[in-house]
């Protein structure tokens, strides 16, 4: 007689062990990486009269997980391989937005490169300067090439925009 736990438990080890395994690799340094991006983008801000932007986790989560996403794919998009935008993925981590910007990058190894070849980029600079952002995510990854994946998140939260109105 087949015993159908046993069998189930079976099918279920053959099909995790033969499951392609879903990574991201990270430079072994990504956080300090990151964080380097978001002073460098501060100092900026800071230079033409804007306020600093705070560091969010979520919009962090949201940012590595594109880069992830286009690093898996060695390619450099806005949007998702399942179709995604930022908005939707920032509102996957739990970032109810009001506004919600982004820019992403491919091959700079070092965090002041990327900021300065964003910076030379009228759509990307303008999202370094954009007054509505008042949070910030940054994240890399490295590609199977060995090329790093760069993805920065701006954001207003919801509630903030709402918050400002009343204070007016």
């Known amino acids: 007689m087949i015993?159908?736990?046993s069998l189930l438990t079976g099918i279920a080890?053959?099909?995790?062990?033969?499951?392609p395994a879903q990574s991201c690799?990270?430079?072994a340094d990504?956080?300090?990486l990151a964080h380097e991006v978001v002073q460098r983008i501060n100092a900026e801000r800071r230079d033409v009269g804007l306020h600093p932007l705070r560091k969010s986790p979520m919009l962090s989560?949201?940012?590595?997980?594109?880069?992830?996403?286009?690093?898996?794919?060695?390619?450099?998009?806005?949007?998702g391989t399942d179709g995604s935008s930022p908005g939707d993925r920032?509102?996957?981590v739990g970032y109810g937005?009001?506004?919600?910007?982004?820019?992403?990058?491919?091959?700079?190894l070092r965090p002041g490169r990327v900021v300065q070849a964003w910076l030379h980029s009228t759509g990307h600079r303008?999202?370094?300067?954009?007054?509505?952002?008042?949070?910030?995510?940054?994240?890399?990854a490295v590609g199977r090439d060995g090329r790093r994946h760069w993805v920065m998140n701006g954001g207003m939260r919801r509630i903030e925009r709402h918050a400002s109105r009343l204070t007016r």
């Open 126 to 140: 303008r999202n370094i300067f954009e007054r509505r952002n008042h949070e910030i995510g940054v994240a890399v």
């Open 25 to 27: 690799r990270l430079p």
């Open 30 to 32: 990504a956080d300090r």
């Open 3 to 5: 015993n159908v736990k």
């Open 13 to 19: 080890v053959l099909l995790i062990a033969g499951a």
């Open 61 to 79: 989560r949201g940012a590595q997980m594109h880069a992830c996403d286009n690093a898996a794919h060695n390619r450099l998009s806005h949007t």
């Open 97 to 108: 937005f009001a506004f919600v910007s982004e820019n992403v990058a491919m091959g700079y």
């Open 90 to 92: 920032v509102l996957r």
